[in-house]
């Protein structure tokens, strides 16, 4: 019997060191896989989840200065944990977390305007806007969504991929729905109990009109923003005229040449004499047969009042919508136009909707192909935001964003954090930066991260142009020779062309079936470099890269698919680029976040790039994402749970779940 035991017992150690020797073996190959960024990853576990509940994993030696939109404004406090998100994880049983007990806040995010720090550093004063419901929305409750404060030791999750903390995401807060979404009309008042707030002052939304509002409180605060007396903003899109193609030389926006003290630190350059506010358009896409739900409308009147009425017009709302029916003839008769707007857009948004369809795409870029009616929403998107780039020449940055997008946090505590962070980023290695997901389980932070990045590149990284046959690049020159000449200070200070929050990706590399759409470019399919990127459901562009984009359309014709045009272009015209590390979550119990990191940064046919991908089915189970046409996916069940709603639109139990700020897509029929 001892002799069997014994005997059990040398196999089983045997059988021990053998595994662990394969364990070890994997890790080894996935260091020095060229397909994976692992740097020095924690102990394996067999479900996500475990390692979620450890808090936070994400070293602190970063470098990295995060945007303070106020001095004092709610962040982290230092012990905290710097991922500060609650309870994501199985979305079936394991949403537990709500409010109940949590402190309630009106949450300001705003910076501190008209002090003296203020008005040293800006132009103009900043001036109150009224709201819906009458009054100045700056300091009234009724137009300002309330969170609730987390305990300085929560022991809460981060996300697998992006970070809070690197990017002054990070507020301490979490949101619940009610907290969120009354001031917008949600007049559920099962939230009552919870903060002691009183309902919102109640609004006929029917008699708002956006519009006005926005273009009185941009009137109050004009003094704030740079005028530009040759540019006149209209409100429609017209038919091109001779002179729009014999002039569309003149659209480009050049870049001024280098000199040194462009190329200062950005401490340097935030420190210089005063400076304009910069102003920003949101264009949501939509068209004829949206049906805009309560939800929706809710999502677009908070889009608005956090964004440009508290903002004081740093923002600006509109809503692109495609009349798809091709016998609505609506800009051959005024009439037409406007029963268009009345039969299809909500009466409160009328003044913030711009009417396009195809045959006006077809007039302004007769040469970029003919447009079938059926996909041209997918395959022609970017060129509506290139017309509005010459409809409303007045914004500096175009943000689009898809109505299937929700943000459970402050928006412009979102979007602001998002450009300052890009801002402040250099341009060396900027597209090997943007090429892969940054993940804090496995690279830690972001310097360990941009350090890897250097590595792998071996100073080969794309410096300047691309050069591309046809294309005369509008972007500046790169001040070295090299980027390894350059102390990662070209690009520090200087706003980016193109944001999106995922990697920017060569699709030459992947197996995404639309990487050979590539027309008309004199270089061919084979020789003509670009960039794609798996989601655009929220980007933003500059209006020098639209006006690049709208003069190689009308002058050549060149066109791809709008997961590729727009960074393709930002390419061949050396212009600034980066990817936003957004915090994005994963439900899954059977993979590691070194197996999740190794998959979704495989860029072959084995990762997530690939339409036909053996992990496809993790299209589901993402945050942020392509709607994979696997329903439901992750972000609607977390979304309608958040709600406290089912699929079929009936209330499940109150659990009044308090969630961090995410972004969620594809939110679909709710």
Known sequence: MFKQEYSLFSRHVLITSILALCIVSLLWWQLSSPNSLLIQPDPPSSKIYDLYIQGSQEDDDSETANPTLKPGAPDLPHNSTDESVFGL???????????????????????????????????GAHFGCEGPRGVDVNGNPDD?????????????????????????????????????????????RAGDSLNNRPQPTKVDWEKVDWGQLQLDCYNRNRGRFEER??????SMFRYPTHDDTRKVNETLILSEPETKSKRQSYRRWSSDSKKYRQRNAILLRTYDKKDYTPDNMQHIRSLITELSLHSGAEYEVFLLVQIVD????????????????????????????????????????????????????QVYMTQPLQLFSLLRPD????????????YTGHHYHHLEAIRQWAQKQPRKYQW????????????????QFTAKIREITEGEGIWGPVVTSGINPVGPKPPTESPEEDESQWGVGEPADMINVMPIVDPVKTHMMFRDWVDNYPDGVDKTPRRTAPVTALIASSKRLLRAMHHSQVTIGTHMMPEMYPESTALQHGMKTVAFPEPVYIDVDDKSPEEL?????????????????????????????????????????????????????KKTDEQRLCLPAITLHPIKDI
């Open 144 to 188: 300002m969504l309330g969170a609730y404060k987390l305990p300085t030791d929560a022991l809460t999750p981060q996300p697998i991929f992006g970070t809070y903390k690197e990017t002054g995401l990070g507020s301490g807060y979490c949101f619940e729905r009610h907290a969120r979404n009354s001031p917008y009309g949600d007049e559920d």
């Open 89 to 123: 994880q199985r979305p079936s049983t394991d949403f537990k977390q709500s409010a109940v007990d949590l402190p309630f806040e009106i949450y300001d995010p705003y910076p501190d305007y008209n002090t003296k720090a203020w008005e040293k550093e800006w132009h």
């Open 326 to 377: 091709l016998d609505q003839h609506i800009f051959s008769d005024p009439a037409v136009y406007q029963k268009a707007l009345d039969d299809y857009v909500p009466h409160e948004f009328h003044n913030i909707s711009i009417l396009f369809n195809v045959p006006l795409l077809e007039a302004w870029y007769p040469k970029a192909g003919k447009h079938d009616p059926k996909n041209s929403q």
């Open 395 to 406: 914004f500096d940055l175009y943000w689009q964003s898809e109505l299937d997008v929700r």
């Open 432 to 447: 090997e930066r943007a090429a892969y997901f940054y993940s804090p389980f496995i690279h830690r932070n972001w310097k």
């Open 229 to 234: 007396e040759d540019e006149t903003p209209r």
């Open 597 to 649: 990191e190794a998959i979704f940064n495989d860029q072959t046919e084995g990762g997530m790039w690939n339409g036909a991908s053996p992990h496809a089915m993790l299209a589901r189970s993402i945050s942020y994402w392509w709607s994979a046409g696997f329903h439901p996916e992750y972000s609607n069940v977390l979304y309608r749970k958040w709600l406290g709603i089912d699929f079929e639109g």
